[in-house]
């Protein structure tokens, strides 16, 4: 039975045969034995000089399908499996479709956590700081909802470059709990000295501060923050910090402990091409008195991160194929991965910013900018305008993006690059950019 499974040549009938016939065979030992060889070659010299190499991008391309139809310039919503993921995927489907709850009840716990101990291994956190989610949104929530440090009265920090879902969240808890929401309201060109300023000056006027909600990288723009930075200058004024890591986790390159924090939310099905509907929370060792387990769940010693979240039934094979999904982002290298982000960001806005029509949102300095970014068209910063723009592009040129709208100064269309995207067809938007004139 084992030697079957440990030779990497195996057949996919051959495995789904086997599938049929060994039940109590774990799924990793079936996914490792059919994951398509990754024949993929990392070529010699630093990200920097990888990242302008457009025949090894290529070649990275050819791991992915392609959108048809469209120049799709819109990966900030969820990202593509690599195919060996996707098989992985598709195999473990139908592996747990056929052996159900036997399965299920038997032997996916342990499957679960040897991919909760993946995520731990390569965000450089422990496995016990780890909960898989169904995505950031469902951690982030359950962080604010289930925070116990807030007194009537006590205030509660957000900024405009927030998700906005969560942004209505800290609205509701802080009318909830007679709380005072104080916003941050960030420049659209920004550096990290300018983003830090910004926050010292909001800790400064509100003293009574004690929870605020931190964005590594902002879904509008793709504005990078010195969380570190800040959360430095929160905790020590006794301001506990809620980190979203929605966008950033796969679009950079860092280890949880850069961030300072010590609760975060992350989607493993952006950026790190995962299945769609995982995600992650982070509770760093000692830091769970603070938040109250789900309701109904108990941990009466605090330590079993675990009881802060209940997912109740998930998609069990999207679970199981994270280690695939981090194997391939890992191969690729994560450092490789930001700097072609960056690469394809600097393509495009390098000449939009010279282009006295557009307007250009994000960093004002490389460390605040990331792989996405977002533009507008100057002086049209209302929704109605944004929409407009956004099915020009598509209509007119072929181009899909998204508009954004939950800047302080106005909405604007976010530009959203993958791995996969050529530049050819960055250059495409230029090109687009040029004759919105």
């Known amino acids: 039975m084992t030697a079957l499974f440990s030779q990497r040549t195996v057949s996919r009938r051959t495995l789904l045969k086997a599938m049929a016939s060994l039940p109590t065979l774990s799924l990793p030992t079936l996914l490792q034995a059919q994951t398509a060889e990754m024949t993929l070659s990392i070529p010699d010299g630093s990200p920097q000089q990888l990242a302008a190499d457009e025949s090894f991008w290529r070649t990275v391309g050819n791991y992915y399908d392609r959108t048809e139809g469209i120049v799709n310039l ?13 098989t992985a995927y598709l195999d473990a489907t139908r592996f747990v479709n056929a052996q159900n709850s036997f399965y299920a009840r038997k032997q996916y716990g342990a499957d679960l956590r040897a991919s909760v101990a993946s995520v731990a291994e390569a965000l450089g956190a422990q496995p016990d700081e780890i909960v898989l989610t169904r995505n950031a949104t469902e951690a982030i929530h359950n962080l604010l909802r289930q925070y116990q440090g807030l007194q009537a009265g006590d205030g509660i920090l957000l900024a405009d470059v927030d998700y906005p879902s969560f942004k209505t969240t800290v609205r509701w808890l802080a009318d909830e709990r007679q709380l005072q929401a104080v916003e941050v309201q960030l420049p659209w060109r920004a550096s990290q000295q300018e983003i830090l300023d910004r926050y010292v000056q909001a800790f400064e006027a509100y003293p ?18 010195p969380v570190a930075a800040i959360a430095e200058q929160a905790k020590s004024r006794g301001i506990d910090v809620i980190c979203d890591s929605a966008q950033s986790w796969g679009l950079l390159d860092f280890n949880i402990n850069d961030l300072n924090v010590d609760w975060a939310g992350f989607n493993l099905h952006k950026w790190l091409g995962s299945p769609v509907g995982v995600g992650a929370l982070y509770m760093r060792r000692g830091s769970l008195a603070k938040i109250a387990p789900y309701p109904g769940e ?32 890992q191969k690729l290298g994560p450092a490789n991965k930001e700097a072609r982000l960056r690469y394809l960001r600097a393509a495009w806005t390098a000449p939009a910013e010279q282009m006295p029509h557009i307007e250009v949102l994000g960093g004002k300095d490389e460390q605040s900018w990331s792989g996405m970014g977002a533009f507008r068209l100057r002086g049209q910063s209302s929704a109605a305008e944004v929409n407009q723009l956004q099915q020009r592009l598509e209509n007119e040129f072929g181009i899909f993006t998204v508009g954004r709208f939950g800047l302080a100064d106005g909405a604007c269309i976010r ?3 993958q791995v996969f995207t050529s530049l050819e067809e960055v250059q495409q938007l230029v090109a687009a950019l040029e004759q919105l004139a």
């Not at 819109?74 to 996707?86: C, F, I, L, S, T």
């Not at 009574?208 to 923050?225: D, E, P």
């Not at 941990?299 to 979240?309: L, S, W, Y």
């Open 415 to 417: 530009i959203t690059p």
């Open 298 to 329: 108990e941990d009466p010693e605090n330590t079993r991160a675990a009881t802060r979240i209940h997912t109740a039934t998930s998609n069990f094979a999207a679970m199981m194929v994270v280690p695939e999904a981090i194997a391939f982002h």
């Open 208 to 225: 009574n501060l004690k929870l605020m909600l931190l964005t590594h990288v902002s879904n509008q723009h793709g504005l990078t923050l």
């Open 74 to 86: 819109e990966h900030g919503y969820w990202g593509k499996m690599a195919r060996p993921v996707q």
